[in-house]
Nanobody
Framework: QVQLVESGGGLVQAGGSLRVSCVASGSIFSGDIMGWYRQAPGKQRELVATVIGRGTTNYADSVKGRFTISRDSAKNTVYLQMNSLKPEDTAVYSC?????????WGQGTQVTVSS
């Protein structure tokens, strides 16, 4: 019953920055776990970052120091700020929400990094 819609993807040169957003159809509660995944062509989907509870964050080693996940509960939105982008970051980025035993997914937004 929760719907997630991503936006903000696009084409950016290597070394550039981009911020993708995910808006939920309803309120994001403090107990929710929000995350960003990505899937590149021919690759399995991988977890990029999560924000847990009121602010505990975790990142994949490949993006540590470059990406930042954040949430704005008032706007029912989670963000992924991506800096120092590399061509290998090219992928479809999807957000998800975990609420108890339930798991919701967005449709994804394409991020392409040119060399």
């Amino acid at each position: 019953q929760v719907q997630l819609v991503e936006s903000g993807g696009g084409l950016v040169q290597a070394g550039g920055s981009l911020r993708v957003s995910c808006v939920a159809s309803g309120s994001i509660f403090s107990g929710d776990i929000m995350g960003w995944y990505r899937q590149a062509p021919g690759k399995q989907r991988e977890l990029v970052a999560t924000v847990i509870g009121r602010g505990t964050t975790n990142y994949a080693d490949s993006v540590k120091g470059r990406f930042t996940i954040s949430r704005d509960s008032a706007k029912n939105t989670v963000y992924l700020q991506m800096n120092s982008l590399k061509p290998e970051d090219t992928a479809v980025y999807s957000c998800n929400l975990v609420r108890g035993s339930l798991r919701y997914w967005g449709q994804g937004t394409q991020v392409t990094v040119s060399s």
